[in-house]
Each structure stands twice: as structure tokens, then as C-alpha cells.
């Protein structure tokens, strides 16, 4: 279907990261597939989601979980066919869903067959160059070893070639040559084939790294943001409406990803997410709102993509060595829990399982400035598995239903891609969808209202942000303004009730508000009026007459964002 004309749509987006492999097993063989995922598009339709992110369904050895591809344009034949992805991707559309898949460009599996073929070609030849390839390990010594707890260095001697191979990830993970115009070539290609059935972006996997250079860490340079305008500008020349999002620079200012607005159209904040966790931890709002004062402006039409937890570690690699050690502390006690430089666990766990603490981190997340990316099963608030190794841990069967394998698949348990979680706290019997939907104060249903409101204004997706001040710096408090509408975000992050006096915006003073998350009925709110606020309440303040308006728009059915 054709999808609907929506300016910077991804502006607006709610989008929902999911593994094919672990969401829904349709033909019973113990893993997911895209037949699943269509069966339960109606899931993520009433969940309010509007774009779905696909982590890698490309075949592969899945040595690292499908970010170790082996042929780029052909499905893993266990997920399904080109035939069933495409008929995914029509059936999202048709459900007002985009779809942006992952693209691994930095590297391959060490089976691709790009790399069985350059390391038996030539030394110098074309072929041989599609990888980095080197007669000493000792180049490019300024970079640094990202999976330090599975790796000692980024080259691998590859006897076949008789060199030395560069990997930043896994050593089964050879680097592409961006230096070779083949590469280049080869990798616009793929872009375009996948355009071609439909994808309405990608996810650009470890962006920062494509290319190296000797004496710098080789990240971030200037020659990857001349490749990505070029790749920008070759996706604007043919297609319509497509966007990019950056997985890039995880311990800085991600903002020149952006370029000029000529660049990719969305990146993730990296250095917000660890602050989110240190203010919850520290009952500070200041953590947030530093970094929020020291992100640069993006440029127009550009939008940092927001999130709590995803696929891989929580990295902390953004954050001082002291606030490290306080993340580690509070959040991973156990070190079964750590991983090279991040934390291996699911956010309810984190949230130590705590529902008000739960509502305020997604409260959060979707009214701070960005779109919001939510993790499949964390809606729900499903555990994690730290007796799995790397992250496995966190990438267990989604939860459907208490029925055997939580409604996941009706394989045999043992034919299982990974085993449930099953434990009394947060196993499928206790923690699943169908039980949550079943019960109108669950998180789900939480959390399907929260989208519904920040769906209805448009200001939560487009809307600047000032924050206010206030005389207890327990309590945030911002303000999001466009047009006509101003929403005031107050959230209390302590454990403990706490009373705030904010300096309200002149536009919401003395007038009827009302809270468009609570139960709160409409309210006069005074400048010198304290607010009281319970433990880890959080509001979003609206003018009652825009609320009302906003409402009237979306019951009428034109407020649908596509
Ligand atoms: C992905 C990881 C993956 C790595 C290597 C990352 O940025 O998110 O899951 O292991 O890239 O591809």
C-alpha cells in the first residue's frame, strides 16, 4: 500500500525495536518468523506504535546474533522468504506502520562471501581490498577494543591470506574497506535493494566506524560523513519520505551525524539514556537537564531517536568514571550483570521491578525531546536471563500468554531458540500481554495510554523545550511548546512525596489544566501554588480547551499519525 504523505513523519513516530526471532514462531519451529510478526501486527497497532525496527533477519552463522551478516539481500530462510518479508511489509503499511530495517555496513560475517573471496584474491587487488588487510597488527593503534570482554585486539591473522585482518567488533567480524569505490558501490546497491521492496529506512549499525584512519581513535571521522551525505543524497535522488538513524558515537555528541540536515535524520542519544538511570538513582533532576542544556540544536527536520534500554548492554561509555561507578553499583550489583562496559539487563529488572518507577522512566521517554524507541517486552516489563551469555540474556522469546511457551511458539520447549523466562517474578505465566491487556491498571495498559496522549499533540514530537525552574531539585520540570500548545512535564524523582513551586509558563497560569496522564480532574495551577507530588509521579499539564481540542481531533480520526 502506498504510505501516507507525511512530512518528517519519523517526527512523530513511536517506534518499537523487535527481533523476528524472538517475537512470534507461526510454523512451530522453535523460532520467530515473519509470519508471526504479521499475526501479531494487530498488537502493535493497539500498542500505538507506528514504525517497527527489524534487527537483522539476513542470513547468517548468528555468531552475533545477525549483526554478523552472510548475504545481505536474502532473508534467513528460518525467519521466512523475501516473499513473507514483503508481505510484512505490506501488511504494516496497511496497518499505518513503517518499517526500518537494521543495515550492518561496517562489517560482515567472516562467511560472506565477499571475504571468502578477498582472503584467497590477490594481495592489492580490488577483490583482496573489499577488507582491510594489513602485514602487521600494530596500524591503528589509537582505536579502541569495543568488545574488550571477548576480544584483546582489532586484528586477527587470517592464515588463508597470510595478513592480518581489521575487526572492531568480533574477529569473526571482518571490517568492510570503505576506502575501495567497490565497497561503496556494493553497499549502495544493498541500500537500494531493500528500498526496493518497501523499507522505509535503516538503522545504520555502528555508523562511526566505517572508516580508519592512523593516528586517531578511527571514529567519527570526516571521510564517514562524506560516505553517509553521499548515501543521503543517493536515497533523496530515488526515493521519497526514507530516513536514516544512526547507531553512532556512543561516548559523545552525536549532533554532526545530522550534518547540515544533508546527513542521516535521526541518531540516538547516547549520553541522555545512562543520565535517565543516574537521576533516577539520585533522586536529581540535574543530570537530565544538564545534558539536555549541553545538546547542540539539530537542524531542521532532524530528531535524536530516545531510548531506555535496547538489544545490547546498557553502555556507559558516555558518562564519567565516577557516574559509572555509581550506575554499576546501584544497577549491577551481581557481576553477572556487566558486560564490557555496560550493564546486560531489561529495564523492569533495573527498575527493580518497581511499577511507579516503570510509569515515570516511559512517562519520560516519550515527552522528553525525540522520538521514542521502545525495546519489545519492556512495555510489558519483561526479566532477563544472566545465566545466558554476551546479551542473550535480554533477547528472550516475547511473552505472550501464560499457555506453554508463553503463546511464543508450539515447538518443543527444547527446540526453543532461547528459553523463556520463567522465574516467579517475572516469567511468562505471571508477566505476558494477554494477562495485561486483561487488566486496565497494568503497565501495558500504561503504557498504550501514555502513546495514545503523546500521539494526540504534536508537540511531544516537534515542539521545543525549555525546562523551568523549581526549589527542589528532586523534582524536573520542563516545558514543551509549539504552536498553540504548551505542555508542562513535572516529575517527581524521588522515592519519597516531595512538594515543588515552579515558575509556570504565563500561558498556562491562572488557568483550567488538566493532567492528559492522571486522574487528576482539571485544576487551577498558581505560580506560588506548591505541588504536591507522590513518589515518582509524573504529569504532563495541558490548557484544558487544547486537550479537549486535541481529543475531538483524534476521535474524529484525523489525528492518526502515519
Ligand atoms: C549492535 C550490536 C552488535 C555490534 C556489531 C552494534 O552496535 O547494536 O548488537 O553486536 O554493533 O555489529
Excluded at 552525536?254 to 549520553?271: I, K, N, T
Aim: hydrophobic residues 45%; aromatic residues 10%; contains cysteine.
Amino acid at each position: 500500500m502506498k504510505a501516507v504523505a507525511a512530512p518528517a513523519w519519523y517526527r512523530d513516530a513511536i517506534i518499537y525495536q523487535l527481533h523476528v526471532k524472538t517475537f512470534a514462531d507461526a510454523n512451530g519451529d522453535g523460532l520467530g518468523d515473519f509470519d508471526g510478526l504479521i499475526e501479531r501486527l494487530p498488537y502493535l497497532s493497539r500498542l500505538g506504535v507506528t514504525c517497527v525496527w527489524l534487527l537483522p533477519f539476513y542470513v547468517s552463522p548468528l555468531r552475533d546474533d545477525g549483526y554478523d551478516v552472510a548475504h545481505y539481500e536474502r532473508v534467513d530462510p528460518r525467519y521466512g522468504s523475501l516473499k513473507s518479508f514483503s508481505r510484512f511489509v505490506d501488511a504494516a503499511h496497511a496497518a499505518g506502520i513503517r518499517v526500518i530495517v537494521d543495515l550492518v555496513l561496517n562489517h560482515t560475517s567472516d562467511q560472506h562471501p565477499w571475504f571468502q573471496a578477498s582472503r584467497r584474491a590477490p594481495a592489492g587487488s580490488a577483490k583482496r581490498n573489499f577488507y582491510v588487510w594489513s602485514a602487521t597488527d600494530t596500524k591503528y593503534a589509537g582505536a579502541r577494543v569495543i568488545f574488550r570482554d571477548f576480544e584483546s585486539s582489532n586484528w586477527t591473522w587470517d592464515s588463508t591470506a597470510d595478513a592480518f585482518y581489521w575487526h572492531r567488533f568480533f574477529h569473526h567480524q571482518p571490517d568492510l574497506n570503505f576506502d575501495n569505490p567497490h565497497v561503496v558501490r556494493a553497499m549502495l546497491k544493498v541500500v537500494q535493494f531493500w528500498l526496493d521492496r518497501g523499507v522505509d529506512g535503516f538503522r545504520l549499525d555502528a555508523a562511526a566506524h566505517v572508516f580508519e584512519r592512523e593516528g586517531t581513535n578511527c571514529e567519527n571521522l570526516p571521510e564517514t560523513h562524506a560516505f553517509l551525505k553521499r548515501l543521503r543524497s543517493d536515497i533523496d535522488g530515488r526515493y521519497r519520505d526514507r530516513i536514516l538513524l544512526a547507531e553512532a558515537n556512543q561516548a559523545g555528541d552525536a549532533r554532526p551525524y545530522f550534518g547540515d540536515g544533508d546527513e542521516c535524520h535521526m541518531a540516538f542519544h547516547f549520553p541522555l539514556m545512562p543520565r535517565l538511570f543516574l537521576a533516577l538513582e539520585q533522586e536529581r533532576a540535574a543530570p537530565i537537564v544538564d545534558i539536555i542544556a549541553r545538546t547542540a540544536e539539530v537542524p531542521a527536520g532532524c530528531q535524536w531517536a530516545l531510548f531506555l534500554r535496547n538489544h545490547d548492554e546498557l553502555t556507559l561509555s558516555a558518562v564519567t568514571a565516577d557516574e559509572r561507578e555509581v550506575l554499576l553499583n546501584a544497577y549491577a550489583p551481581d557481576p553477572r550483570m556487566r558486560l564490557n562496559k555496560g550493564i546486560r539487563r531489561r529495564l523492569a529488572p533495573l527498575m527493580g521491578n518497581d511499577r511507579a518507577r516503570l510509569d515515570l522512566a516511559h512517562a519520560l521517554l516519550l515527552a522528553l525531546p525525540g522520538t521514542p524507541v521502545l525495546y519489545y517486552g519492556d512495555e510489558i516489563g519483561m526479566g532477563d536471563n544472566v545465566a545466558l551469555g554476551d546479551r542473550e540474556g535480554l533477547r528472550t522469546p516475547m511473552q505472550w500468554s501464560d499457555a506453554a511457551n508463553g503463546g511464543f511458539s508450539r515447538a518443543a520447549q527444547d527446540r526453543l531458540v532461547s528459553p523463556l523466562i520463567d522465574d516467579d517474578e517475572f516469567g511468562y505465566p505471571t508477566v505476558n500481554v494477554e494477562r495485561q491487556f486483561r487488566d486496565e491498571g497494568s503497565l501495558l495498559n500504561r503504557i498504550v495510554r501514555l502513546v495514545a496522549v503523546r500521539r494526540r499533540h504534536a508537540v511531544f514530537g516537534r515542539g521545543t523545550t525549555e525546562f523551568l525552574l523549581t526549589d527542589n531539585p528532586r523534582v524536573l520540570a520542563f516545558v514543551r511548546r509549539c504552536e498553540d500548545e504548551a505542555i508542562v512535564v513535572v516529575a517527581n524523582l524521588a522515592r519519597t512525596n516531595q512538594s515543588v513551586t515552579l515558575a509556570w509558563p504565563e500561558e498556562v497560569r491562572h488557568q483550567p489544566l488538566v493532567d492528559l496522564i492522571g486522574a487528576t480532574a482539571p485544576s487551577t495551577l498558581d505560580a506560588d501554588q506548591q505541588t504536591e507530588l507522590a513518589p515518582f509521579a509524573c504529569h504532563w499539564f495541558c490548557l484544558e480547551q487544547v486537550a479537549r481540542r486535541a481529543l475531538a481531533v483524534a476521535t474524529d480520526g484525523h489525528a492518526a499519525l502515519s
